[in-house]
């Protein structure tokens, strides 16, 4: 097991050790144990971790039966420094740095998540990190771009088709525009925001942005092929679609026949996509709010918890 040297035995954290709302519960700890390794996993020096919705939901103990005691170290998206390599790793040596969502299935996460120091992830998840993004971008990346490229391939999207994405301003959202427009060659894409995230959508790809505030999608003469919904509309999102056309939600489990769909974390996405990431054809987008210091992780998950985040809510320097 290659290793750098003075890996402390316990670390600076954000640790729940009951269930409730998060902002409530999430409480600092500075003596965490740093976590072991596996053989197929990597210890990860956290340098930006990314908060997702799942880690709100997750802390409320939607997820309780099928995941490990508490307490919990919540946070799925990290990038960061390997500084600890387990026997069995191929793709990664000491010194590189990686990005990933280190829960495989979002609904049986890790114990010990990113809001750490030190985090334990098998390789399959985690990739490179792209030179031409820092660490904050690249944390705000796995878990929603993971989601929006799978959630695009469920439906089937394919080049010159059309789509309409519910929630295009929100950390899905923003990905599943550019995918679909500049890596899945969208013959047009339509997307839903308030008045004020309009102009986002069009820069991100969207040909249509609708204003949610004004009008009602479903309405709208024009259908389409395939309709994503980021915000939970799969009964409406039914009646935009075209004869034959698809509907993918990712609030499951949705309005039959919308397919209700949940992310499987994988690096070899991420490495697909990274061609797209360093030519630029695909950002990662940052809400304005963003970084929170690791200080303010709570007040990073009370802006989170809005439901008004523009892009995605990042955390960082970790400690
Ligand atoms: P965000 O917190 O990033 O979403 C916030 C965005 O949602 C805001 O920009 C807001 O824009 C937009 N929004 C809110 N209400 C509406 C509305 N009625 N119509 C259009 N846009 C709206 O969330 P994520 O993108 O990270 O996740 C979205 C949902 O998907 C969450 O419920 C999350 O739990 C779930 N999810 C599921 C996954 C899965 O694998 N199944 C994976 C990832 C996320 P505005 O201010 O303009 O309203
Ligand atoms: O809501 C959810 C979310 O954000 C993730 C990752 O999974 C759940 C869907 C049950």
């Not at 031409?132 to 989601?147: G, R």
């Not at 047009?188 to 609708?210: N, Q, R, W, Y």
């Not at 479903?218 to 698809?246: N, P, T, W």
Request: cysteine-free; hydrophobic content about 40%; overall charge neutral.
């Amino acid at each position: 097991m290659a290793s750098t040297p003075n890996i402390p035995s316990h670390t600076k954290a954000w640790v729940y050790s009951e269930y409730g709302n998060i902002e409530h519960i999430l409480k600092f700890d500075p003596n965490v144990p740093t976590p072991d390794i596996k053989e197929n996993q990597v210890l990860i020096k956290v340098v930006a971790a990314a908060l997702n919705p799942v880690d709100y939901k997750r802390a409320l103990g939607y997820f309780k039966d099928f995941e490990s005691p508490l307490p919990t170290v919540p946070g799925y998206d990290v990038a960061g420094v390997v500084v600890r390599v387990g026997s069995q790793v191929k793709k990664f040596k000491v010194g590189d740095e990686v990005y990933g969502d280190i829960n495989e299935k979002a609904l049986d996460p890790k114990t010990s998540g990113t809001l750490v120091e030190y985090t334990a992830a098998e390789e399959k998840v985690l990739a490179h990190k792209p030179s031409n993004l820092n660490f904050i971008e690249a944390a705000s990346l796995p878990l929603a771009i993971i989601t929006a490229y799978q959630g695009l391939e469920t439906a089937e999207f394919s080049a010159g088709k059309s789509i309409l994405v519910l929630g295009g301003a929100g950390g899905v959202g923003t990905l599943a525009i550019q995918l679909a427009k500049h890596v899945f060659g969208a013959s047009k894409v339509a997307a839903t925001a308030s008045t004020a995230k309009l102009e986002l959508l069009k820069k991100l790809g969207a040909d249509l942005p609708i204003d949610y505030t004004k009008e009602n999608f479903e309405e709208l003469s024009e259908k389409f092929d395939v309709v994503y919904d980021a915000v939970g509309q799969s009964e409406r999102a039914l009646k935009a679609i075209k004869e034959g056309g698809k509907v993918v939600t990712i609030l499951p489990p949705g309005t039959p026949p919308a397919i209700p769909f949940i992310l499987t974390s994988d690096g070899a996405v991420l490495e697909k996509l990274q061609p797209y990431l360093e030519s630029g054809k695909v950002k990662p987008i940052l809400d304005p709010k963003s970084p929170f210091p690791f200080s303010q992780a709570v007040e990073a998950f009370a802006y989170l918890n809005t439901n008004r985040a523009t892009g995605k809510v990042v955390i960082y320097p970790i400690p």
